[in-house]
């Protein structure tokens, strides 16, 4: 079965940088539109950004200019470069294929943006 395995979150200072990662496996990962979701506490899932199997990146409102998603199909990985980040970035952060697909969901890497 596919396995998606995100890392790289952690607690950080607001105004400062994490690289999540997301490691894709069983999929034929170069296919697909890969994204990142977000879920904070108490609110729905959310769209962070996407990257299509061509390169082409879309990004939510409340990122743009502060996040890049990137992906290296030779390493089957997605990536998420997470910038200026701040308090309302606190979030679980996931990745899945575009549109999600409920039976990929991994367990995502918690993102806290505190001083």
């Known amino acids: 079965q596919v396995q998606l395995v995100e890392s790289g979150g952690g607690l950080v200072q607001p105004g400062g940088s994490l690289r999540l990662s997301c490691a894709a496996s069983?999929?034929?990962?170069?296919?697909?539109?890969m994204a990142w979701y977000r879920q904070a506490p108490g609110k729905q899932r959310e769209l962070v950004a996407v990257i299509t199997s061509g390169g082409s990146t879309n990004y939510a409102d409340s990122v743009k200019g502060r996040f890049t998603i990137s992906r290296d199909n030779a390493k089957n990985t997605v990536y998420l470069q997470m910038n200026t980040l701040k308090p309302e970035d606190t979030a679980v952060y996931y990745c899945?294929?575009?549109?999600?697909?409920?039976?990929?969901w991994g367990q995502g890497t918690q993102v806290t943006v505190s001083s």
């Open positions: 069983r999929i034929l990962f170069s296919f697909y539109s």
């Open positions: 899945n294929t575009n549109p999600y697909e409920n039976r990929f």
